[in-house]
Antibody, heavy 120, light 110 residues
């Protein structure tokens, strides 16, 4: 059974870079069948897709965040990461990592989520 | 890329059927058979309950069903139960190989 777990700082200062890691167990990032995804949820709000990356190196990002987002894979560690630059209070959210079934566009396994607060 | 439109809330009595709509456009819901639905309880992660418009993952109750007509996808919950009280989100492939979510619907069991 695939399991995902987010980790990273829970507090980030405005204008700095938010960095999170998702550790994957029970499955390999090197599998070409999946895309590795980040989604966020502002407090009390709905889900917002951030982007995903494939083992091949291809990435796709939400157009509204594209200029500030980078997703990367570390296959030896079986982890993938999210970097979001120039954060503001509007980036305060619970951040989820998830696995997307390639070509089918659904997210079948999710991490528990981690709250990141942007505040000085 | 605009969020898909869902009603903020839907309610029903135990045993009833309810339907949640998900309105998109001809650039997402209307063009791809790639709509998925997620159930989320407060404080937890979303769970996939429908994919490819109508398909259920293993372990998901048959009381959940999906459909699509034009630019609108729908999730129907039959035989409503107390445990169905949760938030529900639709999601679709959109242009440029991106994903777009709906705003979410809170289901209340009366």
């Amino acid at each position: 059974q695939v399991q995902l777990q987010e980790s990273g700082p829970g507090l980030v200062k405005p204008s700095q870079t938010l960095s999170l890691t998702c550790s994957v167990s029970g499955g390999s990032l090197s599998s070409g069948d999946y895309w590795w995804s980040w989604i966020r949820q502002h407090p009390g709000k709905g889900l917002e897709w951030i982007g995903y990356m494939h083992y091949s190196g291809n990435t796709h990002y939400n157009p509204s965040l594209k200029s500030r987002v980078e997703i990367s894979l570390d296959t030896p560690k079986n982890q993938f990461s999210l970097k979001l630059t120039s954060v503001t209070a509007a980036d305060t959210a619970v951040y989820f990592c998830a696995r997307e079934k390639g070509g089918a566009y659904f997210l079948d396994h999710w991490g528990q989520g981690t709250l990141v607060t942007v505040s000085s | 890329q605009s969020a898909l439109t869902q009603p903020a809330s839907v309610s029903g009595s135990p045993g009833q059927s309810i339907t949640i709509s998900c309105n998109g456009t001809s650039s997402d819901v209307g063009i791809y058979n790639l709509v998925s639905w997620y159930q989320q309880y407060p404080g937890t992660f979303p769970r996939l309950i429908i994919y490819a418009v109508t398909r259920r993952p293993s372990g998901v109750s048959m009381r959940f069903s999906g459909s699509r007509s034009g630019n609108t996808a729908s999730l129907t919950i039959s035989g409503l139960q107390a445990e169905d009280e949760a938030d529900y989100y639709c999601c679709s492939k959109a242009g440029g190989d991106t994903l777009v979510f709906g705003g979410g619907t809170r289901v209340t069991v009366l």
